[in-house]
């Protein structure tokens, strides 16, 4: 080595450095992943952090719990894990079951873990066994059923909640305010388990999550390598045998991952709960955080963290899952067509029995709601009985319920219907471009520990339930005193169902080979032109569906609403929340019908639009 | 014992006809293969006399038993047809170790488990692969994948042994290897084997007879060396050997050809009438390169490829390929001189069929 002429050592290694970072500062995706990184710790870390705390803090709702101690509002306390989850008799002699612990803890807990259990083996069933139907055997209407069975998954998931509620209630159990249909023209009174409680939130969740299972399972049927039982064939092994030894194992690990994944979705569920517990008060962990929410925070703040804790267990196992060597991957093989079983005269029958099952799950749900809509004095379902006063009527007296004008002619309804739009339509705005600029830099940057923070970050809103977090911007707002309001509601919808965005954004962008934007660099083009007219227009469509899955997402959410909506702006799933409480039973339904037409027609634009569906990939 | 017969097989897909009216007969021990550009029919072939695909017409049988006959409404599954198939992608149950997957079909067979051990070691040491007993498929190479899948078919010992492009996976020198052990265990297990592929070289070398078929259409059933010295038509002749043989339209007049501006007697091995348009085909090896020769023509370019040197010839504006044993190198454009030595072919070029073979001289 010469000596340089080009100053002392120590000013030299500073003008590297700064050279260094002004290279890494060009490149925009170096820009992009430093200024996530910041606004995700801000958004999803700090966030979690600042409502942990809360579990330790004295709130003013609790005031008068702590006088005794001599604690007030905004002191450090570890009183709330005493209640919670300490407080194991009831001071006045009882057993352990009247004792705080258990009523406000340890049974919604056993009750969420049993619901929750339940709901995933429905799901994974109900789900499995039509996707083999489906896939392997001869079944008649293989396109109508697959079409169909993803319904309850796009629509909302209180759907069918408020269905089975409506049809089944009646005066003889839960508040028996009224009869549903089943009661008052079948005249058949359903027994009150039937109606409430685990059995029904169990069915539904397991019904509403069971498209789920299809499209999983099914994907993995359907991509199976056919070889591999063709093979199972020539060595003289029966049917039976080859489902149980060979199609069944290499479904496995992608039936543990819907089960786990069922698992989390209905612990964190809230609105079936609220729908078919609370009238027998059968409190799940996160309604019963939900009531305990205005009169204990601190205590609830607790419930938030143990669901939060199941959610991140879960989702690591489930990560445990598919990363190990028993996920397989079954390329196709060049022998596309399996020879499918022959069910004879069973092909139509079960495909009979499907459809009616579908039917009642997907189309009589809507009826319903259409019915209960029109009805004057409930349970009376003559044609006298009919009116359109409950979705056209205005100045009505005889309504007796808050308001005096059809849904449709009611200023506060289409207020909320805007309300809920422009929210659906700015979070998919905002999580749609994250997504493709994060997918942008984790993309560009592979590999580097920068992109896995961001990647990871950016999936974390997913590990959380929806009203978990819902409760901890309420927290977070409340502590930077930020008042509620359709800013709060943005940045929560935006951040929870970025992980959509980002998921098709990074794929998306792995799927393009650099050189594609550095034949763009070589000519010159800057890095907005490059983003708008090359690197977009080629993966549109997947882009495309960043934007639309949150937004789709977003209009049907209630759990991640419900704690933050002000009472002032309500967007219209609060309002049917609302009306359900305060047993509006018409205007309710008429709201519900309302959202679910919204909600499948904006799903139907997308499909026509893009040509994305959702059950693409499996129908026969 | 077990002589294959398919009689006026035909499968169609719909509209697209991928096997049409097909006759073959394989006999015992032969080792056959299924020869065609992708999309020819001869995996489909194949598939339906394993009972995988069921034609849409004729008559299969198997060691004398019918296994499909459509008139008859004939169909046995897989399982009653006493065969082995060797899948391209090999198929390995990914769930199941390389023990599990050859003891598989033992177990479905009822064998009891020391005989399916003593099988199965067997089978691990003629495909030497004892070490991977207890391993994954994942875990092993494609080439070990491979030992794998052949053990797991041979397993139940069947008599027939089917095979889909079983090397088509593999890197060209595992590919000759693999080649080798396939003509070796096809003697030591003393069975049939049906073989497909759409490597000319691998049917040249792998087995006694070689089909080739055509958009579904058998064109030529012939072991392989008659095959490459008296193709059929110009499909076969051009499909079989590398470089490929020479074409050149030419006219047939008084025993004499002309083609390429030049003109040869041509003396017909067999008696038959030869049109005036003709096809004439000449393998590469058969042009000689030699300072005596007869005809002369310019270098076009050579590639030498060490053992051999293929030379490229502009013949008065007619290419044609020569073959020269060795490395020799001629400059570009250098006059040579050249003769025709053994055989060539007269194809009638309407309809490409062969007329007759001969010899072309001065």
């Known amino acids: 080595m010469t000596a340089s002429t080009a100053g002392t050592p120590p000013e030299r290694s500073l003008a590297r450095t700064g050279g260094k970072l002004r290279a890494w500062f060009s490149k925009p995706a170096n820009v992009i992943l430093l200024l996530f990184c910041i606004a995700l710790i801000v958004l999803t870390l700090y966030p979690l952090f600042s409502m942990l705390s809360e579990m330790f803090l004295v709130h003013s709702p609790e005031r008068s719990m702590v006088r005794k101690m001599g604690l007030k509002v905004g002191d450090f306390t570890t009183v709330h894990f ?74 909302p998931s209180w759907t069918l909640a408020t269905f089975w509620q409506t049809f089944f209630k009646n005066t003889q159990i839960g508040l028996g305010t009224s009869n549903g249909i089943m009661a008052s023209v079948f005249g058949v009174y359903m027994p009150e388990w039937f109606v409430y409680g685990p059995f029904p939130i169990a069915l539904v969740l397991g019904l509403h999550y069971a498209p789920f299972a299809y499209i ?62 609370n009238p027998v008060r059968y409190y799940t962990l996160s309604t019963k955080m939900k009531s305990m929410m205005d009169t204990y925070p601190g205590q609830a703040y607790i419930m938030v963290a143990v669901m939060i804790i199941f959610g991140v267990g879960i989702l690591l196992i489930n990560q445990k899952v598919t990363n190990s060597r028993k996920q397989f991957t079954t390329v196709t093989g060049k022998s596309g067509q399996v020879s499918l079983i022959d069910l004879n005269a069973g092909k139509r029958i079960i495909a009979a029995v499907l459809v009616i099952i579908l039917l009642m799950v997907a189309v009589v749900p809507l009826v319903t709601f259409a019915l209960e809509s029109v009805i004057i004095k409930a349970g009376d379902y003559s044609l006298s009985n009919m009116t359109l006063d409950f979705w056209l009527g205005k100045g009505l007296t005889y309504l007796d319920q808050g308001d005096d004008t059809g ?27 994250c997504g493709v600029l994060i997918g ?23 590990l959380m339930p929806s009203l978990a977090f819902g409760a901890i911007y309420l927290s977070m707002s409340s502590k930077l005193s ?101 047993g509006w039973a018409q205007f309710g339904n008429a709201i519900n019908l309302l959202i679910i037409v919204v909600v499948l027609l904006i799903n139907f634009v997308v499909n026509k639009l893009t040509g994305a569906s959702i059950d693409k990939g499996v129908g026969g | 014992m077990p002589e294959i017969i398919l009689e006026h097989v035909s499968k169609r897909f719909e509209k697209f006809v991928a096997v049409d009216d097909l006759n073959l007969q394989i006999a015992n021990n032969d080792f056959i293969t299924l020869l065609g550009p992708s999309g020819c029919g001869k995996t489909t072939t194949l598939r339906m006399i394993a009972g995988l695909e069921t034609p849409t017409e004729g008559r299969i049988l198997i060691g004398g038993k019918v296994v ?40 479905n067979l009822k064998w009891d488990k020391a005989r399916i051990r003593s099988r199965v070691d067997e089978l691990l040491k003629l495909m030497r692969i004892e070490e991977f007993e207890k391993r994954y498929p994942s875990e092993l190479s494609g080439g070990q994948q491979q030992r794998v899948a052949i053990a797991r078919t041979l397993a139940p010992g069947p008599k027939v042994l089917f095979m889909d492009e079983p090397l088509s996976n593999l890197d060209a020198k595992l590919r000759m290897e693999m080649r080798t052990e396939l003509k070796r265990l096809h003697k030591d297990t003393d069975s049939t084997f049906v073989y497909v592929t759409h490597d000319q070289l691998e049917a040249m070398t792998l087995s006694t007879r070689v089909c080739i078929m055509k958009n579904g259409l058998l064109q030529q059933y012939a072991p392989p060396l008659v095959m490459y010295n008296d193709p059929a038509n110009l499909f076969v002749a051009d499909f079989m050997g590398n470089p490929s043989m020479n074409f050149t339209d030419g006219t047939w007049e008084n025993g004499t050809v002309t083609f390429g501006g030049l003109s040869a007697r041509f003396t017909p091995d067999e008696e038959a009438a030869i049109p005036r348009d003709v096809v004439v085909g000449i393998r590469p090896e058969y042009i000689s390169l030699n300072s005596e020769g007869a005809y002369t023509g310019k270098v076009y370019s050579t ?55 001969g010899k072309l001289g001065r």
């Open chain 1, 440 to 462: 942008y830099g984790v993309a560009r940057r592979r590999g580097s520990r920068l992109a896995n923070w961001v990647n990871n970050l950016s999936f974390f809103p997913y």
């Open chain 2, 68 to 107: 499909f006959d459509a008139a008859k409404g004939i169909n046995l599954p897989p399982i009653k047809r006493d065969v082995g198939f060797l899948f391209q992608n090999y198929a390995l149950w990914p769930h199941m170790t390389v023990y599990q997957n050859i003891a598989f079909g033992l177990e």
């Open chain 1, 407 to 433: 849904i449709l002619l009611s200023a506060k309804v289409w207020k909320a219907l805007g309300y809920s739009l422009l929210l659906a339509v700015s979070c998919a705005l905002i999580a749609g471009t």
């Open chain 1, 482 to 582: 930020v008042p509620l309001g359709l800013g709060v509601l943005i940045l929560a919808g935006s951040i929870k169902y970025m992980p959509f965005a980002t998921r098709s954004g990074v794929s998306a962008m792995l799927q393009l080979s650099g050189e594609i934007e550095e034949a763009a660099v070589i000519t010159g083009v800057s890095w907005w032109k490059r983003m708008l007219r090359v690197i977009f227009p080629i993966q549109k469509s997947s882009f495309l569906s960043g934007y639309l899955l949150p937004m789709v997402s977003c209009m049907r959410e209630l759990s991640l609403f419900v704690l933050l909506v002000p009472t002032s702006n309500t967007i219209l799933t609060t309002m049917l929340m609302q009306y359900s409480e305060k």
């Open chain 1, 82 to 155: 005493d209640k919670l989850l300490f407080t194991l008799d009831d001071g006045i002699g009882g057993d352990f079951t009247t004792s705080n612990s258990w009523i406000n803890f340890y049974q919604p807990l056993l009750n969420t873990l049993l619901v929750s259990v339940s709901a995933s083996a429905i799901a994974i069933l109900f789900g499995g066994v039509v996707a083999f139907l489906i896939t392997r055997t001869n079944i008649s209407c293989k396109k109508f059923i697959s079409g169909v069975f993803v319904f309850p998954y796009i629509m």
């Open chain 1, 216 to 277: 999983l399972i099914g994907g993995i049927l359907r991509n199976m390598d056919a070889n591999l039982e063709e093979a199972a064939t020539i060595l003289k092994t029966g049917r039976s045998r080859i489902i149980r030894k060979i199609t069944l194992p290499i479904v496995k690990p992608a039936m543990l991952s819907t089960l786990l994944l069922v698992f989390a979705s209905s612990m964190s569920a809230y609105s079936v709960p609220v729908f078919l517990g």
């Open chain 2, 303 to 357: 590639l030498p490829s060490g053992m051999e040197t293929t030379v490229k010839l502009d013949v008065n504006g007619t290419p044609l390929t020569a073959v020269v044993f060795g490395d020799v190198d001629w400059p570009v454009d250098t006059e040579v001189r050249f003769d025709f030595t053994k055989s060539a072919l007269l194809y009638d070029r309407e309809s490409g069929k062969r007329i007759t073979r």
